[in-house]
Nanobody, 112 residues
Framework: QGGLVESGGGLVEPGGSLRIHCAAS????????MSWYRQAPEKQREFVAI???????AYADSVKGRFTISRDNPKNTVYLQMNSLKPEDTAVYYC??????WGQGTQVTVSS
């Protein structure tokens, strides 16, 4: 099935925006639901967003209205557009597939 690689993280000011990416290799993600999780320092990993094989989406209450998950099946890539970022969004963001694969994570830091 291959692996998942996250990218696009970095440092952003509060209220700013960032888009992170999850690229899959060795698998065709169009057949699977894909999701984003995040883990802040000394905190438990938590669900952020999911997009199903059919394109339906769902979000954690903490990010609803600010984050948007999308997918580009021809590019085998999933995105997370993050707007109106808050310091509490600071975390390592991980990509996950319905078939059980995880990426290594990309760091997102929201700070002045």
């Amino acid at each position: 099935q291959g692996g998942l690689v996250e990218s696009g993280g970095g440092l952003v000011e509060p209220g700013g925006s960032l888009r992170i990416h999850c690229a899959a290799s060795g698998s065709t993600i169009r057949f699977y639901g894909m999701s984003w999780y995040r883990q802040a320092p000394e905190k438990q990993r938590e669900f952020v967003a999911i997009i199903t094989n059919g394109g339906s989406t769902a979000y954690a209450d903490s990010v609803k209205g600010r984050f948007t998950i999308s997918r580009d099946n021809p590019k085998n890539t999933v995105y997370l557009q993050m707007n109106s970022l808050k310091p509490e969004d600071t975390a390592v963001y991980y990509c996950n597939s319905d078939y059980g694969a995880w990426g290594q994570g990309t760091q997102v830091t929201v700070s002045s």
